[in-house]
Structures are given as C-alpha cells and as structure tokens.
C-alpha cells in the first residue's frame, strides 16, 4: 500500500509538467503540394580549424547562431552576413561551465530567435548520454534545465535534444529530439509562456522511426517547424541504417498530428555527401549542416550550407 501511495505521489508531482494541447489550427492549403530542394555548391560556413561547424539557426537575416566542436567541447558561436550569404565568424558566445549542470561537453545545437529586442537562445547541454536543454537571455544564462528527460521508462527518459521553438503569442512551442533507453531518438514538442517553464505534450511523440529500410529507420532528429500556405511544416533528420543523414519533410494542422511526406532530400556536393541535417528555414531560405562522413553524432567534416526549398516553383515561406 506504502509503494502504490508513493507511486501516485510521484506521479500527481509530475502532473504540471504534462498537457494536452495543440497550436492554432490552420486551414491547411493545397494537399497536392509537390517540392524541389536547390542546394548552392559550396558551404555557406566553412569548417575552418573546427572538426564541424553545425546547427545553424538564423535572426533577422543578418546573424547565425552555429554550433563549434573542436574535437572535444561543442561551444555556440557567432557569424554575420553581408547580405549576399557570405558570412563572418565573430567568435564564441556561449560555452559549457563544467561547475554547473551543464558539465564541459556542449552548450551548443540550439534555437536563437529576437523577442522584445532580447536574444532567447534555448541549446543542448549536460552529459552526453543524458543531456537537457537550457536557456539563455541575451547569453546570460539560466541556473537549471528548461527541459528535462523523462521518468522512468518513457519516450524521452535517456535525453532530449535539438530544440526548435517558434512563437505563436501567448505561447513558445519547443519542437524537440527524446531518447528512450532503448536509444530510439523520436520527436515531440512542449509549450510555455514564458520560454522557461514548459509543459510537454502528453501525447509525446509527434513523430515515429520510419520502417526498415527507410531513410529514417534509425532515428529522427533536429525538427525545424514553420508556418506557410496555411500549414505547419517540419523539415528534419532521419538517419539510416549505415548512419548516412538526409532530411523528411512533414506537413500539419494543427502542430502535433503530422503526415510525412515523400520527399528526401540529400547531399548534392562532396562535402555534404554522407549527411545533411539540423535544418533552419529563414525567410524562404533552408541553412544546414553537411559532413561527408557517416556518423550519428560529431566528426563530420561538418560545415554550413544553404540552400531554397520550392513547393509549386514557389520560394516555401514567403
């Protein structure tokens, strides 16, 4: 009796950090959308000295938030563009703080955006075979987790990862990669009010693996989620069985019931040849990352590149 009571305590703790919800449900505009990704040649962001530059996430068109490994620590940092994709690195703006939570590995593969003429930047840290996500206002940065695993034995108990989050006033919707104990990597989605006190979605997870011998079949990750022609789109990773990287395309209502699509889309350069991932879509333009070996996690090659994603020989989000 003493366990079950425990049980149910445990479990009514839990109870504010769960709901059930959707975004605002949209029309959802022509079915029959068909798409083309034209990729340039070369790397927007070149590596540089780094092993891989990573995880592009773009505000107001003119500065990138990139994700820096140099072989032993994942650090965010900074480039700002000309206008005409070519980009500057201006240096490091957040690193791991091995006395805190976040310990030393990462505090990168993040999500920037502009809100009240402040810099939210929600980025991956903690242990590598557990890691949370954080939050950082104008880089100064939160004393604990915004986002944590699971309980025992659910969908996201061994990590969660790869924030994407978008803004649909009165609430920051944080699209996101969960790992079980069985190391299946799906995806699924939280909401707050405030950027740092989230519900998850009960319901979790949005997206499953894809079946054998799919692009995804492996494992999803690194969700990118916007609003165009009346429906929510996702572009994201999907890793196959030699851990090659190519990107799905989802499509939604409502932000939480998705249909995949048919279209995959790969590399079309050397460098981005075993893998493209961590997609980011700004102003009808697609940013990346791409590598040229297969791996699931870090020593890609991995640089930076962009490309146009066209439904209908139209620019996507525009």
């Not at 494992?219 to 994201?236: C, K, T």
Request: proline content about 6%; some cysteine.
């Amino acid at each position: 009796m003493r366990r079950a009571w425990l049980v149910l305590t445990l479990a009514c703790a839990g109870c504010g950090r769960y709901a059930d919800f959707t975004l605002p449900r949209l029309a959802g505009g022509d079915p029959d959308l068909t798409f083309t990704f034209e990729q340039r040649a070369e790397p927007v962001l070149p590596r540089g000295e780094a092993r891989d530059v990573l995880k592009p996430s773009v505000v107001g068109g003119r500065d990138m938030f990139y994700s820096e490994f140099d072989g032993h620590t994942w650090r965010t940092a900074h480039a700002l563009s000309d206008g005409h994709e070519h980009w500057r690195k201006l240096g490091t703006v957040l690193s791991p703080d091995p006395r805190t939570w976040e310990g030393s590995y990462i505090a990168a593969n993040g999500s920037a955006g502009r809100y009240a003429n402040q810099v939210l930047y929600w980025y991956v840290a903690g242990p590598k075979e557990r890691p949370s996500i954080g939050f950082a206002r104008d880089w100064r940065k939160e004393a604990r987790p915004v986002l944590e695993p699971g309980p025992y034995m659910s969908w996201d108990e061994m990590g969660v990862a790869d924030p994407n989050v978008i803004r649909i006033a009165p609430y920051f919707y944080l699209y996101y990669l969960g790992q079980d104990r069985a190391h299946r990597q799906r995806l699924g989605v939280a909401r707050s009010q405030d950027g740092i006190h989230f519900q998850k979605l009960r319901s979790n997870p949005i997206l499953e693996l894809g079946d054998a011998g799919a692009f995804d079949e492996n494992g999803l990750g690194e969700p990118a989620v916007w609003i165009a022609r009346d429906s929510y789109w996702m572009l994201y990773t999907g890793r196959d069985a030699a851990e090659n990287r190519r990107l799905g395309l989802a499509r939604s209502g409502d932000g939480v019931h998705w249909r995949k699509l048919p279209a995959v889309f790969g590399g079309t350069a050397s460098w981005d040849s075993k893998v493209i991932c961590d997609p980011a879509v700004y102003g009808g333009a697609v940013y990346f990352g791409g590598g040229d070996i297969a791996r699931p996690d870090e020593n890609l090659n991995g640089q930076i590149g962009a490309g146009i994603l066209r439904p209908d020989n139209a620019t996507l989000g525009k």
